[in-house]
């Protein structure tokens, strides 16, 4: 270390310290006392080893029958799941001045409840795999789907997500989303509500807000945005609908936008690329975006007429 460095550390040092008794949120040094990253991320790996169970392997569990590895499995991430949401309990006001048994014995209610709801999980994500494959020509197989589609993991991660966001549990779930969302670049809330046969394709760019209500055989592309119209009102907003309703059988192509808690999309309607929308369309509605004029070498280029209805949208 060079002599500035050297003649400097210590005053610096001291000025960090001291700045930590300040008493704000970013002061806090108790860094056993929140839910860890780690951990959540190994219970999502073993949760999707449950759910998939023919498609992650494990090293860990030497053993060659399915019962005994699920029991394994299943009895591992009760366990740190409990753990993790006893730890995520002491950020609920609710639970503020609560004693550690009364916290424990809430969290193995959460958590029994949330394991309970597994086979349900598994019902909902078969329908993901299946409008996925019927969806996409270019998917190989569901096989292929489950082992290698950034859009399943962050559909079956908000699944895991908001079955614990509706038991009311704080802090666990955005932390579920956040890292399927640093994996695979969607972005969806825990408390969205999302039906059967959800698909995304490609999906980097996607978000999904936290109201968002999506009904059965929804598609969406890349860099959809489902969104606040306004964030003005700040912590006023919360608990008002803030975010779309997506009716069944709706389709939304790239770089669409659609913005409002009162902004409903009808039934079997379809959204184009990069439209902006922030009022309601009845179902069956088509919309686009007229073509916007070109230039080539400085001259000016225009479709003269509209191209068919099957033209004005497109899929990578």
């Not at 949401?85 to 424990?104: M, N, P, Q, T, V």
């Not at 193995?108 to 394991?115: A, G, L, N, Q, W």
Request: hydrophobic share 35%; with cysteine; proline share 3%.
């Amino acid at each position: 270390m060079g002599k500035l460095i050297c003649d400097n550390i210590a005053e610096i040092i001291s000025d960090i310290t001291t700045d930590y008794k300040k008493g704000r949120p970013i002061d806090k040094q108790d860094i056993f006392g929140q839910p860890d990253r780690d951990t959540v991320k190994d219970i999502i790996y073993k949760l999707n080893r449950i759910v998939y169970a023919g498609y992650y392997v494990d090293r860990t569990y030497r053993i060659y029958n399915l019962s005994t590895t699920i029991a394994a499995l299943t009895e591992d991430v009760a366990y740190n799941l409990n753990k993790q949401i006893a730890l995520a309990l002491h950020f609920d006001e609710r639970y503020a001045g609560k004693g550690e048994e009364e916290i424990r014995l809430v969290a193995e209610d959460y958590t029994v409840s949330f394991m309970k709801q597994i086979p349900k999980i598994r019902e909902y994500l078969d329908t993901d795999i299946e409008a996925l494959y019927v969806g996409d020509p270019a998917a190989e197989s569901k096989d292929a789907i489950i082992i290698a589609y950034p859009g399943l993991f962050a559909i079956t991660v908000q699944r895991y997500a908001h079955v614990l966001y509706l038991l009311e549990v704080p802090v666990l779930p955005r932390v579920m989303t956040e890292i399927a969302h640093s994996k695979t670049g969607i972005d969806i809330n825990p408390g969205a509500t999302i039906g059967k046969y959800f698909f995304i394709d490609h999906g980097t760019g996607v978000v999904v807000g936290e109201t968002t209500v999506i009904g059965e055989n929804v598609k969406i592309y890349q860099g959809v945005t489902l969104g606040a119209l306004s964030t003005r009102g700040g912590r006023g907003l919360i608990d008002k609908k803030r975010h779309p309703t997506i009716e069944d059988n709706v389709t939304i192509y790239s770089g669409a936008s659609i913005l409002g808690g009162d902004t409903i999309i009808g039934e079997g309607s379809v959204i184009g690329g990069n439209v902006f929308l922030t009022k309601s369309v009845p179902p069956g509605t088509k919309v686009h975006v007229a073509n916007q004029e070109l230039k080539f070498d400085g001259e000016s280029f225009k479709e003269t007429k509209e191209k068919d209805d099957k033209d004005w949208f497109y899929v990578i």
